[in-house]
T-cell receptor
Framework: AQKVTQAQTEISVVEKEDVTLDCVYETRDTTYYLFWYKQPPSGELVFLIRRNSFDEQNEISGRYSWNFQKSTSSFNFTITASQVVDSAVYFCALSEYNNNDMRFGAGTRLTVKP | EADIYQTPRYLVIGTGKKITLECSQTMGHDKMYWYQQDPGMELHLIHYSYGVNSTEKGDLSSESTVSRIRTEHFPLTLESARPSHTSQYLC???????????FGEGSRLTVL
């Protein structure tokens, strides 16, 4: 069965610091999809990125970057020059091609202090 | 921008009451989901649907029930609410096997 582990429960940084959120996954499928979502204090989950299992290219979007490594089953998320508005709970998720439900990690609460 | 709506946003009720949490999406998505989440904590899948007249239970045992009579509508019902049902309920939909989930704003339920 698929599983997602986010070992960091809470992270606190000072504004402008870089921060990396870890995500490790388990799956038996060869085709799967990895996601990151952001949940700000308002409560709604916001989709950030999707990556499929055949594409190990790292991706950068502004201050956000993602490092996908199949060899270590990891899909880590880095925020560069963090800002107070980045404060939220971040969830990593996994969806297998042959399985219609999406499994979420326990989330990492990021607090960025001014 | 996602078009998925949940009502009510907040609900406080007494034990034993029957409640229905509404979820509607206007994107024509076949797949819809209900997750239960305590604030800032892990999301637990409680129900999902692949299309009209299709419903399945998720990993977390739940005393709630769902129905999918129309593509756009996926209500969740608790026949007799209890304090242990106090939580946030998040509805989501997806249009493809690879696709991301689009989430509603959530329904925060408090049972006294």
């Amino acid at each position: 069965a698929q599983k997602v582990t986010q070992a960091q429960t809470e992270i606190s940084v000072v504004e402008k610091e870089d921060v990396t959120l870890d995500c490790v996954y388990e799956t038996r499928d060869t085709t799967y999809y990895l996601f990151w979502y952001k949940q700000p204090p308002s409560g709604e989950l916001v989709f950030l990125i999707r990556r499929n299992s055949f594409d190990e290219q790292n991706e950068i979007s502004g201050r956000y970057s993602w490092n996908f490594q199949k060899s270590t089953s990891s899909f880590n998320f880095t925020i560069t020059a963090s800002q107070v508005v980045d404060s939220a709970v971040y969830f990593c998720a996994l969806s297998e091609y042959n399985n219609n439900d999406m499994r979420f990690g326990a989330g990492t609460r990021l607090t960025v202090k001014p | 921008e996602a078009d998925i709506y949940q009502t009510p946003r907040y609900l406080v009720i007494g034990t034993g009451k029957k409640i229905t949490l509404e979820c509607s999406q206007t994107m024509g998505h076949d797949k819809m989901y209900w997750y239960q989440q305590d604030p800032g904590m892990e999301l637990h899948l409680i129900h999902y649907s692949y299309g009209v007249n299709s419903t399945e239970k998720g990993d977390l045992s739940s005393e709630s029930t769902v129905s999918r009579i129309r593509t756009e509508h996926f209500p969740l019902t608790l026949e007799s609410a209890r304090p242990s049902h106090t939580s946030q309920y998040l509805c989501a939909s997806s249009g493809t096997n690879t696709g991301e989930l689009f989430f509603g704003e959530g329904s925060r339920l408090t049972v006294l």
